[in-house]
């Protein structure tokens, strides 16, 4: 599966954003996706995850309320509605899948979201 993550840029704070993630290869539908982000500096830490056909999703703390992940397997997408933005959500933001299970395996290339103050 490879991943390709777009939407991102230089946003102010309150605004929202709407980043999406496209699967080609294998078939995806079967995976659990989620969102990662990466601030400079910082380790990755976990945003969003989404189950396989979008029944169950769970958020972090410091994103829930404001963020919403969301997919469309026949169009082999998954989607991050981020709003409200602020200073501290900027970051890189990765997609990435897990296929059997057993961790996240597959990861997308990131896209970068800058939001000022």
């Known amino acids: 599966v490879q991943l390709q993550a777009s939407g991102g840029g230089l946003v102010q704070t309150g605004d929202s954003l709407k980043l999406s993630c496209a699967a080609s290869?294998?078939?995806?539908?079967?995976?659990?996706m989620a969102w990662f982000r990466q601030a400079a500096g910082k380790e990755r830490e976990f945003v969003a995850h989404i189950n396989w056909n979008g029944g169950i999703s769970y958020y972090s703390d410091s994103v829930t309320g404001r963020f919403f992940i969301s997919r469309d397997n026949a169009k082999r997408m998954v989607f991050l509605e981020m709003n409200n933005l602020k200073p501290e959500d900027t970051a890189v933001y990765y997609c990435?899948?897990?296929?059997?299970?057993?961790?996240?395996?597959?990861w997308g290339q990131g896209t970068q979201v800058t939001v000022s103050s």
């Open positions: 990435t899948a897990d296929s059997e299970g057993l961790g996240w395996d597959y």
């Open positions: 290869g294998r078939n995806f539908s079967p995976y659990a």
